[in-house]
């Protein structure tokens, strides 16, 4: 889910076996990689800044969200698209992350950045589109400066708490953000048929993005449960010390 604050491969991924005290020996990386994750979340926390900058600026000038998409959208396009580069850091072992998760995880932001907010350009100045612009734009700044500064072993503790505070307000509030956007985008779908394939063709198949849609909402229903009570886990865990004992299925 495109809300998600799940530990993805940005950052090292064991602040929360340091805390827990029960980790094995930690792993080691070359300085080399270490110097480029830290530069990468650098980069991404005044990437996402920037973002954020521009975004009151407009609102302060305009006095209004209209436009405010358009306005910012490059600079949101590629920063996003630049997150893919986490499921490299995965698949390589740059990082000790599920490359699952965090394909997920990735992959849900850009199909709400490419393939609805792009693709459905009626929909850019809802007000759901701000509402998960301003959700994502606080939790990218919060989560890649808590990546830097705990590689530099010089975690702030507003950092570490605002990381696992925040997203219990943010993440169900983007996930709404996300919901409306969506359910806006339908009605132009299903008139323009975008990225449908209809019969018949010469590959015998079909497509229907509007139900291709329809199925991407019903699945917040059983993923959203689950993501946001594991972060409660892990701020359990992270900031009061609690030992959690993982059911196996």
């Known amino acids: 889910m495109a809300s998600s604050e799940e530990d993805g491969g940005a950052g090292n991924g064991s602040l929360e076996e340091k805390e827990s005290g029960k980790a094995a020996a930690p792993r080691r990386r070359g300085s080399v990689t270490t110097a480029w994750l830290i530069f990468y979340n650098i980069t991404m926390t005044a990437g996402w800044l920037v973002l954020a900058i521009a975004m009151v600026r407009f609102y302060m000038e305009k006095g209004t969200h209209k436009g405010l998409y358009k306005n910012i959208q490059k600079t949101l396009k590629f920063f996003q698209t630049f997150a893919l580069l986490e499921i490299i850091h995965c698949a390589f072992g740059v990082v000790h992350t599920s490359m699952l998760v965090t394909g997920v995880q990735v992959s849900s932001r850009i199909f709400m950045v490419w ?135």
């Open 115 to 249: 393939f609805i907010t792009h693709s459905v350009k009626q929909i850019q100045n809802e007000d759901s589109v701000i509402l998960f612009l301003v959700v994502w734009t606080v939790t990218e700044i919060t989560r890649y400066s808590f990546y830097t500064f705990n590689m530099l072993n010089h975690l702030p503790y507003f950092i570490k708490w605002a990381r696992y505070n925040f997203f219990i307000i943010l993440y169900p509030v983007g996930v709404i953000g996300e919901l409306l956007t969506i359910y806006a985008a339908l009605p132009y779908v299903k008139r323009s048929g975008m990225f449908s394939v209809r019969l018949p063709n010469k590959y015998n198949v079909s497509f229907d993005y509007y139900y291709f849609l329809l199925i991407v909402m019903a699945s917040y229903v059983p993923l959203f449960p689950q993501l946001y009570f594991h972060m409660l886990r892990q701020r359990r865990k992270v900031l009061h010390g609690e030992v959690i004992v993982e059911k196996d299925d």
